[in-house]
């Protein structure tokens, strides 16, 4: 089923958009299956859970290249530690004091760790991230932490009763975006925009998005 579930979900995003397959409470054998679908990038949103993935999955070749665990869950500072050894990408950093955590356990390991800025677009009070209109001070401090590589920013949406509402957030995020490539911010262009999931990935797609996080959509169909 997941390699079907796949092959449909291929067939409807555009080459230049990455899968990330969300394991969360998938066992090691539906991620190995995942990967040898064709879907390299993993995302987790507990540390502990992908731990235990990494330890059984890391080291097997699937065909194209070994899998890359992202971080896609609210991140801890006590986890931090733990993190950076497995996660190649991190894109939930939403505050200073977690960068500054980051970029502290990074250098010890002498590892850049490349992450995503997590913005709260939507205004439901559960959903973690920094505010839009702070976002942009806040990143000019991140760009000095020696071992962080800012590569772009993540949001996720509100939940709402049709994808076509989740429009507005996934706008606000690629102006952001744009708005910090525009100023030179970072180094470097921060090109990804990682936004979108099963219910409204599509909408996304269409406002920018170059990596979704599917869940439901690979797992379940």
Known sequence: MIKENIARIKALIPSGVTIVA??????????????????????????????IGYKELSNIDYGSSTIKWHMVGHLQTNKVKDAVKIFALIQSVDSIYLAQEIDKQAAKINKIQDILIEVKTSPEVTKFGLRPDEAVEVIKELTRFRHLNIKGLMTVAAVVDTPEKSRPYFRTLRELRDKINKL????????????????????????????????????EG
Not at 24 to 29: N, V
Not at 188 to 210: P, Q, R, Y
């Open 184 to 219: 030179s911010i970072t180094p470097h262009m921060a090109d990804i925009l990682s936004m979108g999931m099963t219910d409204d990935f599509k909408v996304a797609i269409e406002e920018g998005s170059n990596m979704v996080r599917l869940g439901r959509a690979i797992f």
């Open 22 to 51: 969300v394991s969360k409470t998938r066992t090691p054998e539906q991620i190995k299956e995942v990967a040898e679908a064709g879907i390299n990038d993993i995302g987790e949103n507990r540390v502990q859970e992908a731990l």
